[in-house]
């Protein structure tokens, strides 16, 4: 029989926020596959955990799906983490997760916290209908084509950015929507955590004065 695959949510700041099915699912497999071991390892060791971990991001994930596959495939189970949240969002975790669902895998997920909808919950935009995003192009063209069909949804909007192009973004949304309001929220559950709602030309206007620092969810 082969093992099982756990799609384990972890904290996405304050490490308190993680539920005891997660903790007693990260002690017991046998391999803890992260996106960044040495981030993992803080809240393994926070919480006393000692199963062996292994990296699982973006620019290693042909070789080490193969690997976690055949680690399935024998009989032993795997937690599937990402540096914060829950795993497979805006991450490679889906692509083992296809993977093992064609294999015959077992997939159990263990839930938790979720950075897009911490942010979207206290947004104050409507949250009965919304899409998710995610990073959109770094390339200008792109980017702006992208926003002009998200304009037209009638649902509340969430992306993430990253602070290198938080500014860009938010030019690039006041020329394709104008200056509407905008949620931006960083360091979600952490000591600094911070919830903008302004205008796009007072946001920027901040940013004149205030190095962006953090990864941004923006709620338009």
């Known amino acids: 029989m082969p093992g099982t695959l756990y799609i384990v949510s972890t904290p996405i700041g304050n490490l308190e926020d993680i539920t005891l099915r997660a903790i007693e699912t990260l002690k017991n ?8 071991t040495r981030h993992t390892k ?27 596959l055949k680690i399935l495939k024998e009989g032993k189970s795997v937690a599937l983490v990402s540096d914060a949240g829950t795993p497979g969002i805006s991450d490679p975790g889906y692509k083992i997760i296809r993977l093992c669902i064609d294999s015959g895998i077992p997939i159990v997920p263990i839930p938790g916290p979720s950075g897009l909808l911490t942010a979207l919950t206290i947004s104050g935009k ?16 792109k980017r702006k084509n992208q926003l002009k069909k998200l304009r037209d949804e009638d649902r509340t909007v969430v992306l993430y950015e990253s602070p290198h192009r938080i500014v860009k973004l938010l ?21 600094f955590e911070e919830i903008k709602r302004k205008n796009v030309k007072a946001l920027l206007e901040d940013f004149e ?7 941004f969810i923006v709620i338009l």
């Open 29 to 36: 497999v046998s391999l803890i596959a992260a996106e960044d």
């Open 42 to 68: 803080i809240l393994l060791d926070r919480y006393n955990i000692k199963t062996p971990t292994t990296s699982y991001f973006e620019y290693n994930k042909i070789q080490k799906t193969d690997y976690l």
């Open 126 to 141: 409507p949250t009965d209908k919304f899409t998710f995003a995610g990073f959109l192009s770094n390339k200008p063209i």
């Open 171 to 191: 030019a690039d949304i006041l020329e394709i929507y104008g200056d509407v309001e905008v949620v931006l929220a960083r360091e979600l559950t952490k000591k």
């Open 209 to 215: 004065t205030e190095k962006p620092r953090g990864e």
